[in-house]
């Protein structure tokens, strides 16, 4: 399984960014996917799901109405879009699929909300 995040960057609040999610070494529409954060010297905390056919999603109450995941089972890929960014959204995010058994997990991608 590997998992590769990109689209991470610097950002000023209010802005937006879409973080994408490149997957591989699994059937990847048969999977939920999800999105996880960690800010500095915080726990890693849950942001969005979603299922593997790409209908139901949910959200962290903090994101909710902000922040929108979806899939493409074609391109192996699920999406994180961050609209109307805040500072407290600082954080290094990552996506996970748990596959047999096993969280895995990309190398993560940097996210910045600054001005």
């Known amino acids: 399984v590997q998992l590769v995040e990109s689209g991470g960057g610097l950002v000023q609040p209010g802005g937006s960014l879409r973080l994408l999610c490149a997957a591989s070494g699994f059937t990847f529409s048969n999977y939920a996917m999800s999105w996880y954060r960690q800010a500095p010297g915080k726990e890693r905390e849950f942001v969005a799901r979603i299922i593997s056919a790409g209908g139901r999603t949910n959200y962290a109450d903090s994101v909710k109405g902000r922040f929108t995941i979806s899939r493409d089972n074609a391109k192996n890929t699920v999406y994180l879009q961050m609209n109307t960014l805040k500072p407290e959204d600082t954080a290094v995010y990552y996506c996970?699929?748990?596959?047999?058994?096993?969280?895995?997990w990309g190398q993560g991608t940097q996210v910045t909300v600054s001005s």
């Open positions: 996970t699929v748990r596959w047999r058994q096993t969280e895995h």
